[in-house]
């Protein structure tokens, strides 16, 4: 069975500061990955995702993400935050040929507080 | 276009008192659906997933349970809630068999066992 596991449970930057969150996971298969976001008293919503072909995957609001399958990682860069991407943050992610099921697997969250 | 909804938003229920929640899905047909539960923490919690009417798969031992008694609604219930049920629940839906697609999620439903 799949596993996530998302290192920092809380970070606190400045704005303009650069952005890294990490991501692992573990499954000995094919896999899709996603990171999602949550913006305070909103809905989760998709960030960036990636399935297939180049491993560096860009997403909305300057978000990007870098499969490294050597290291089951898929961590979450933006260069220069901004107070308004102060949310929590999920990486996800569902086996490829997993069937009808399509069951994806969360990891604990990351919390990202961005000061002004 | 496709939409989830997802109701009440919030709800304050007593120690043994019954629960259900309730989502649809507009938009589309036949779309896998899903409850997790969120806790501070402890991320998303994968409770209960369905691909189609009256299937339901658990995936963890626990006091709730869910039904899908038309192709777009979800349901998930219980009989007597515990004070460890408190938390927020997230129904999601996805494409039948399509992996790469991830989810679509709703609101929530903030719960509070008391």
């Known amino acids: 069975a799949q596993s996530v596991s998302q290192h920092n449970h809380h970070v606190i930057l400045s704005e303009a500061a650069s952005l890294e969150l990490g991501c692992n996971y573990s499954y000995g298969g094919t896999v899709n990955l996603f990171w999602y976001v949550q913006y305070p008293g909103q809905h989760l919503q998709l960030l960036l995702k990636y399935f297939s072909g180049d491993p560096l995957v860009k997403g909305i609001k300057g978000f990007e993400a870098e499969f490294i399958k050597s290291k089951f990682s898929f961590n979450l860069r933006k260069p220069s935050v901004q107070w308004s991407d102060t949310a929590e943050y999920f990486c996800?992610?569902?086996?490829?040929?997993?069937?009808?099921?399509?069951?994806?697997?969360f990891g604990t969250g990351t919390l990202l507080a961005v000061q002004p | 276009s496709q939409t989830i909804h997802q109701w009440p938003a919030t709800l304050v229920q007593p120690v043994g008192s019954p629960l259900s929640l309730e989502c649809t899905v507009e938009g589309t047909s036949n779309p896998n659906l899903y409850w997790y539960r969120q806790a501070a923490g402890r991320g998303l919690q994968l409770l209960f997933y369905?691909?189609?009417?009256?299937?339901i798969s658990s995936e963890v031992p626990q006091n709730l349970s869910a039904s899908r008694p038309q192709d777009r609604q979800f349901i998930l219930s219980s009989k007597k809630l515990l004070l460890s049920d408190s938390g927020f629940y997230l129904c999601a839906w996805s494409i039948h068999e399509g992996s790469e697609n991830g989810y679509t999620f709703g609101s929530g439903t903030r719960l509070t066992v008391v």
């Open positions: 996800a992610v569902n086996a490829r040929y997993g069937g009808a099921t399509n069951k994806l697997i």
């Open positions: 369905s691909v189609g009417i009256g299937q």
